[in-house]
């Protein structure tokens, strides 16, 4: 029965994720950028959240995860995190795509943030993560979910160093899962094959949110720097 319930918790998380590509995608394609910059953002998204539910559902794909690490889900979110934001800042016509994502609202979506922590946390205390993993993560989930929250009930107000201090907050935090994830989540799922497992918070929400929060860190440093130039 706990392990049920840490099932229905994983897979409500799994429903809510196409629900956050969406917001991100509308973020992304704001400001009536043109018709091949909504398609990049579009394929972007799409493309990640195929990819993660190939590796989550089809057979052959979702026993790769088990293999000794660093697995193929590490490489998914080390492509998706970091791989990518890197291949579209080298292209001229997708770096200035990038460049014009509203901070702040870049910063509304870690709101989601409160929604996962929570999610995780109670998938934890159902018995259906290590404590060791489940903890940190959630409490740094909603910690930032939180002071994005505040900064969305002070828009107005929001300073781009404050913006700046929050996306390095919010990078930092989703660092510190990568290695958790290997070194007490990975042999937890390997000694318990039949705990419920999540699958596109991790292999697409997690790195698309490091993307999402390294870019901004890009924008914000640009424009911090010149009003103190």
Do not use: C
Request: glycine share 6%.
């Amino acid at each position: 029965m706990i392990l049920t319930n840490a099932g229905l918790i994983a897979l409500v998380s799994d429903i809510l994720m196409p629900i956050t590509l969406v917001t991100i995608w509308l973020v992304v394609a704001r400001d009536k950028p043109t018709q091949t910059a909504k398609l990049w953002a579009g394929v972007v998204l799409i493309g990640a959240a195929t990819l993660a539910a190939a590796l989550a559902w089809y057979p052959p794909l979702a026993a790769i995860r088990l293999e000794p690490a660093p697995g193929a889900q590490v490489a998914v979110v080390a492509f998706l995190a970091f791989g990518l934001p890197a291949v579209l800042l080298s292209m001229p016509a997708t770096r200035l795509f990038l460049a014009r994502i509203d901070s702040l609202s870049a910063a509304r979506i870690g709101i989601w943030r409160v929604v996962y922590g929570s999610l995780l946390l109670a998938m934890g205390l159902a018995g259906g993560l290590p404590e060791g993993f489940y903890r940190s993560v959630a409490i740094g989930d909603i910690a930032v979910g939180l002071w994005a929250v505040w900064i969305a009930t002070r828009s107005n107000r929001v300073s781009d160093p404050h913006l700046l201090a929050w996306n390095i907050a919010g990078l930092i935090d989703l660092l510190h899962v990568i290695p958790l994830a290997v070194i007490i989540l990975r042999p937890f799922v390997i000694a318990n094959p039949d705990a419920p497992t999540l699958n596109l918070l991790p292999l697409a929400g997690v790195p698309l949110f490091i993307a999402l929060h390294s870019v901004t860190i890009r924008n914000l440093a640009f424009r911090v720097r010149k009003v103190f130039a």
